[in-house]
T-cell receptor, first 113, second 112 residues
Framework: GAVVSQHPSRVICKSGTSVKIECRSL??????MFWYRQFPKQSLMLMAT?????????EQGVEKDKFLINHASLTLSTLTVTSAHPEDSSFYIC?????????FGQGTRLTVV | GEDVEQSLFLSVREGDSSVINCTYT??????LYWYKQEPGAGLQLLTY?????DMKQDQRLTVLLNKKDKHLSLRIADTQTGDSAIYFC????????????FGRGTSLIVHP
């Protein structure tokens, strides 16, 4: 099956710093990847759609200058949380499209202190 | 109301069957999914069903779809403690939309 690897799995950073999360498709090429945010006991909230070689498409209410997405290759998309604040603490999950399906990474637990 | 609705909790005894229910509102839904999320982990695609199917069985998992009522269920036979997780129902339309709409997840707790 299609494997999506996300790193790091857990990160703690200081308020005001930036954090980069990587999402890689290991055994397939993904022209489209997705970034989600999950709050405790909540569903997944789609943040943005990452398209290889072009700008990401952000969902309404998501600050594109705060959540920078880069999809420079067919196997890698990155999400950078800039100037992180405690309210950015959350579980971030990426997924990559493979055929008709979307396969998910393991998620990244971000804690901003 | 939400586009995809699920009950939040289900508790069963080990060895019993679990049935997790889901309702959705989009009549044009083409693909319906069940994902499993273990604590601190991403989502694992368990199974999916096309809207032109009524039932799909895969080992211990049985998915039933009532398209008229827009109701989807996941039955886990012989539930084990390792099945304890959050189960997400999701749907999406066909065509170019590859973004599923998720329910809030059902937390399945399996007691020994």
């Amino acid at each position: 099956g299609a494997v999506v690897s996300q790193h790091p799995s857990r990160v703690i950073c200081k308020s005001g710093t930036s954090v980069k999360i990587e999402c890689r498709s290991l055994d397939f090429q993904a022209t489209t990847m997705f970034w989600y945010r999950q709050f405790p006991k909540q569903s997944l909230m789609l943040m943005a759609t990452s398209n290889e070689g072009s700008k990401a498409t952000y969902e309404q209410g998501v600050e594109k200058d705060k959540f920078l997405i880069n999809h420079a290759s067919l196997t890698l998309s990155t999400l950078t949380v800039t100037s992180a604040h405690p309210e950015d603490s959350s579980f971030y999950i990426c997924s990559a499209r493979f055929g008709q399906e979307a396969f998910f990474g393991q998620g990244t637990r971000l804690t901003v202190v | 109301g939400e586009d995809v609705e699920q009950s939040l909790f289900l508790s069963v005894r080990e060895g019993d069957s679990s049935v997790i229910n889901c309702t959705y509102t989009d009549s044009s839904s083409t693909y319906l999914y069940w994902y499993k999320q273990e604590p601190g982990a991403g989502l694992q695609l368990l199974t999916y069903i096309f809207s032109n199917m009524d039932m799909k069985q895969d080992q211990r998992l049985t998915v039933l779809l009532n398209k008229k009522d827009k109701h989807l269920s996941l039955r886990i036979a012989d539930t084990q403690t390792g099945d304890s997780a959050i189960y997400f129902c999701a749907e999406r339309t066909g065509g170019g939309s590859y973004i599923p709409t998720f329910g809030r997840g059902t937390s399945l707790i399996v007691h020994p």
